[in-house]
């Protein structure tokens, strides 16, 4: 404990007696100075035991000494000590009656006493409370650091939550708390996620505190890492600000897990080699081999029904959609709020590690993340953690869709993902192929993710929306429209009657009120217009679906 009033006092060498504020002796000193200036305040900093003789004063005058002493108050001087035997052999009554007014401790100082002596005192004390707090601070920080290696960062959290007389918790890459001590702080930790966020926008190392005097604790948060984006972060509560020796333990605990961060992401770099090992020789039709080279590494999911991720930045994607001549159909611009979940900063891929490697981990799953390129490839357990944050990330990004090109221009950050159906070890070649699938129907249409499953439940004539189709519809059907033009007959109307009662004449030319002889005249006219037989079922089928794709796009 730093000194204070009270403990200089009761100190015996120096034979202090109090005349005021006896009630407020518990108040720290940070330093002892002494002045004769009649107006002090300029030079005070707050929390000094100010010493006089009264040289300069007008001790008697009690409107002076009220005037006096409200500015020390003011000041923030925590006590005022007064030498008798020098210029007075009593201390004033209206300096008395002054710091009783404005309850300000008022100490009587004998005159065998020098002003030396009680700035010795306090220095010596505020040394040794250094002293102790740097102690405790070196025997925390033995403590922190035995804990971590015995019970890892759950028990260097445990220690260090004793160790300030609060709680403290960890929070991962996604700003999710995957440790809190005592066990009630994981409820409390969990209400800051936006304070984290925030705080992991800013260049690591950083801080910064929440809380205070009028809410339930202080909180301190800090990032963890060493790299410009934090791993990362750590939350301390506490009732009032911590001391010296709280924020030694405070240091270490930072240094430690900043420590155990980085050795796990050296780990991860290791891990992410065998898991892409691992991942060839499933795609080469080798589970055996694979779990041989596994182990234990991954649990069960080798073994389990699984799901396989594709996934490709926005800006990848526009440029392989451009090589294969297809352009992206609608701009996006994600939300700021889910971008800041993943705090991607311009890496998108590692965005999505990141948020489903957190998922997997707080569920106890396991899933295999290997960077394949411009493209993430994620084997997650189908029904998992991992799978369900993919496809919540994903659909938070489609819910938040911009509408104008302009928006278009921010959105190179954005993912475009594909999963695949469920499948075991022996169709991990199949189920990348239907990752593959559906990353490209996601790029064509311009969707955040779409899983294989959708496309076979859906309909084909959402796949015509794209320009190619048209082009070839237009094309196919130009010449007919040309003839219709002229006012000679209604061939494209009559070839979609036709085609649609599958070439029954009396149906269809029913539907159109035209004798059936008229329609046969017409579709002889189709095929010399076309040069094309419709009894070519290859013909027929061209013909639907360019009438379908000229339908959806409303000529």
């Known amino acids: 404990?730093?000194?204070t009033l009270a403990s200089l006092v009761h100190h015996s060498a120096l034979k202090l007696t109090v005349r005021a504020g006896e009630d407020h002796?518990?108040?720290?000193?940070r330093w002892a100075h002494v002045s004769e200036?009649?107006?002090p305040v300029p030079y005070m900093e707050g929390g000094e035991l100010l010493l006089i003789t009264a040289l300069k004063l007008d001790a008697d005058d009690p409107e002076a000494m009220g005037r006096y002493v409200r500015r020390l108050v003011g000041a923030g001087v925590v006590g005022l000590?007064?030498?008798v035997g020098v210029n007075y052999d009593d201390i004033p009554k209206a300096l008395v009656d002054a710091a009783r007014e404005e309850r300000l401790p008022l100490l009587e100082v004998p005159r065998r006493t020098p002003f030396l002596a009680i700035s010795k005192a306090v220095s010596a004390a505020i040394a040794a409370d250094q002293y102790r707090a740097v102690t405790a601070g070196f025997a925390a920080q033995r403590e922190l650091t035995k804990q971590a290696l015995t019970d890892g960062p759950e028990g260097l959290l445990a220690a260090l939550a004793g160790q300030v007389d609060g709680w403290a918790a960890l929070y991962d890459a996604s700003g999710a708390v995957v440790a809190a001590a005592p066990e009630w702080a994981g409820r409390r930790a969990a209400r800051l996620t936006a304070d984290v966020e925030r705080l992991r926008e800013r260049p690591a190392?950083?801080?910064?505190?929440?809380g205070g005097p009028s809410g339930e604790d202080r909180v301190e948060l800090h990032s963890l890492g060493t790299g410009r984006r934090p791993r990362a972060a750590l939350a301390v509560g506490t009732a009032a600000a911590p001391g010296t020796a709280e924020r030694y333990a405070v240091h270490s605990a930072i240094a430690l897990l900043t420590l155990t961060t980085e050795r796990s992401r050296s780990l991860h770099a290791a891990e992410q080699r065998i898991g892409a090992a691992v991942l060839r020789m499933l795609l080469a039709g080798e589970p055996d081999h694979a779990r041989a080279v596994a182990g234990d590494l991954y649990g069960d999911l080798l073994d389990a029904p699984f799901r396989l991720i594709l996934a490709e930045s926005a800006s990848a994607s526009a440029a392989r959609a451009h090589a294969d001549g297809h352009a992206r159909t609608a701009p996006t611009a994600p939300a700021a709020?889910?971008?800041?979940?993943a705090d991607m900063n311009g890496d998108p891929l590692n965005g999505l590690a990141e948020i489903v490697e957190s998922a997997a981990a707080r569920s106890g799953e396991a899933v295999l993340v290997v960077p394949e390129g411009e493209r993430l490839v994620v084997l997650a357990t189908d029904g998992g953690a991992?799978?369900?944050?993919c496809q919540e990330y994903a659909l938070a990004v489609q819910a938040a869709r911009a509408a104008t090109l302009e928006q278009a221009a921010a959105d190179e950050d954005e993912l475009v993902v594909g999963l695949s159906a469920p499948a075991g070890p022996i169709a991990a070649a199949a189920a990348y192929k239907q990752a593959e699938q559906a990353l490209s129907v996601a790029r064509r249409r311009g969707r955040s993710l779409v899983e294989h499953e959708e496309l076979a439940a859906g309909s084909v004539l959402p796949l015509l929306a794209d320009d190619a189709v048209r082009a070839f519809a237009d094309g196919l059907l130009r010449a007919l429209r040309?003839?219709?033009a002229t006012g000679r007959g209604d061939l494209v109307a009559s070839l979609r009657a036709w085609l649609s009662r599958h070439g029954q004449w009396d149906a269809a030319a029913a539907d159109l009120g035209v004798h059936r002889h008229t329609l046969r005249y017409r579709m002889r006219r189709v095929e010399e217009i076309l040069g094309r037989s419709l009894d070519d079922p290859d013909v027929r089928m061209e013909l639907w679906l360019a009438l379908k794709a000229t339908a959806a796009a409303g000529e």
Do not use: R
Not at 337 to 341: E, F, G, I, P
């Open 25 to 29: 002796l518990d108040v720290p000193v």
């Open 205 to 210: 190392p950083a801080s910064s505190v929440v």
């Open 37 to 39: 200036l009649a107006d």
């Open 81 to 83: 000590g007064f030498a």
């Open 482 to 484: 040309e003839h219709d």
């Open 337 to 341: 709020a889910v971008l800041a979940a």
């Open 386 to 389: 991992a799978v369900a944050a």
């Open 1 to 3: 404990m730093p000194p």
